[in-house]
């Protein structure tokens, strides 16, 4: 099954995606449930996705969509967690995962613009799988943890790489406006299937700039979940985006950064493309 949150002329909505359209709620399940997340949270997905085939239809090519989940409590990101990123970026090895945040408000959508903002001109792509958390938790087991996983979808986590680096915490150069794309859809984990056999690749202007499968992770879902879930609570629709890999613009010689006009696509097997352009920030 597959679910998205989309803009229609009536506003913010949702709905299921099938047979190359997404055919949004209609008025009596936008009472019950007027959010994917809340959806999700009520673990009414399948019984949302069962009545789909009599509301409106719009073609995937002519929808405005918004990010997946546009109003997570929480996103939790994942730093250096593939082998060859953490080697291109010269960090020591760790016994634990990098985790830093992301703000809700710096999120965009599939085909919505990632936003280069005024006093930077080093944004970086990360294209990297998002799991959404579907069951709330506390010290998750990591036995348990997939059990708590409502779905899975493309994320590219812009990186603002000079105000990332003014000092050792990642948090501003990760959250101007308009940097975290994601979407276009979320895909249930029985759909997708096996994780690590699943392959995630970055593309910039149509050129491969990361490559790699997720059996590459050094710290898996499970171990993510079950970390994680140790220090806070998890709700459904909190978001946790596990790590790029390497190939990162900012570690090429010479570097490769995201300008205007420039199209990025984050492509996972199982999943689909999460496209975007390159946009200046617009004067306040």
């Known amino acids: 099954m597959r ?3 989309v803009r229609t002329a009536a506003g913010a909505s949702w709905g299921v995606v099938a047979n190359g359209a997404v055919h949004p ?3 009596a399940t936008a009472e019950a449930f007027p959010t994917l997340k809340h959806a999700i949270a009520a673990a009414a997905l399948k019984a949302v996705h069962d009545r789909h085939e009599s509301w409106d239809a719009i073609p995937v090519d002519e929808v405005e969509w918004a990010p997946l989940i546009p109003e997570p409590g929480k996103i939790l990101c994942v730093g250096l967690n593939y082998e060859k990123h953490r080697e291109e970026t010269a960090r020591p090895v760790v016994a634990h995962p990098t985790i830093f945040t992301r703000f809700a408000d710096s999120q965009t959508g599939h085909r919505q613009p990632i936003v280069r903002p005024i006093v930077s001109e080093k944004l970086d792509y990360e294209g990297e799988l998002a799991l959404v958390i579907g069951k709330r938790g506390r010290a998750i087991a ?3 943890a997939l059990d708590h996983i409502a779905g899975f979808s493309c994320y590219n986590d812009g990186s603002v790489r000079d105000w990332q680096h003014h000092t050792m915490q990642f948090t501003p150069g990760k959250n101007f406006p308009g940097t ?3 979407g276009p859809w979320l895909v249930t984990p029985d759909e997708f299937g096996d994780i690590p056999s699943k392959r995630i690749r970055t593309r910039l202007n149509g050129e ?3 490559d790699a499968h997720f059996s590459e992770l050094i ?5 993510l979940i ?3 879930s140790a220090f806070t609570p998890l709700e459904p629709g909190d978001v946790i985006v596990t790590g790029t890999p390497g190939g990162v613009g900012a570690k090429r010689k010479p570097p490769v950064f995201m300008k205007p006009g420039d199209h990025v696509e984050v492509e996972i097997e199982g999943i689909g493309v999460l496209r975007n352009g390159i946009a200046d920030e617009l004067a306040p």
């Open 3 to 5: 679910f998205a949150s």
């Open 25 to 27: 709620i209609d008025a």
């Open 142 to 144: 990591a036995r348990d």
């Open 208 to 210: 491969v700039m990361q």
């Open 180 to 182: 975290g794309a994601f």
């Open 226 to 228: 079950e970390y994680v």
């Open 219 to 223: 710290f898996g879902l499970d171990r």
